[in-house]
């Protein structure tokens, strides 16, 4: 078996930080709404998911450009959009939005972790191509 390409492995670091970050955040919406530094706890752990969040873009672009498959762009820039979007709708209290987006950006980032190779035993191939030297492509390794 051949090692991971350093982007591929900084994505499957980024990626399982970013659920969590999002799992951190349902959790302290529920501060918000019991204590009453919840709101500051909140925005906190916003700013941490952003960052997070561009973290996670730029991984995934990089295993793209490092000849790896497009298809982690696409989730990771979703979330990026949709962190956009759910702070604003926080800010205006527009909760009858920002929580089910909240929801569907949590729900995207497990459907990112699964396709990163977390779940199974990670050992799943992209549409069942490998991404190797030994096949004599110029591109890097990113078999698993």
Do not use: C, D, K
Request: net charge positive; proline share 5%.
């Amino acid at each position: 078996m051949s090692t991971p390409h350093w982007s591929l492995r900084a994505l499957r670091v980024v990626v399982p930080l970013h659920v969590v970050a999002l799992l951190f955040q349902a959790v302290t919406a529920g501060l918000l709404l019991s204590e009453p530094g919840g709101r500051t706890v909140h925005l906190a752990s916003a700013m941490v998911l952003a960052v997070v969040g561009v973290l996670h873009l730029a991984a995934a672009i990089l295993v793209w450009r490092n000849g790896g498959p497009v298809a982690y762009v696409a989730p990771a820039a979703l979330l990026m959009v949709a962190t956009v979007a759910v702070s604003i709708l926080g800010m205006r209290h527009v909760n009858t939005l920002h929580v089910p987006l909240g929801v569907m950006m949590f729900g995207t980032g497990v459907l990112q972790l699964t396709r990163v190779g977390y779940a199974w035993g990670g050992r799943r191939s992209e549409r069942g191509q490998t991404y190797s030297r030994s096949s004599g492509s110029s591109s890097p390794n990113f078999g698993r």
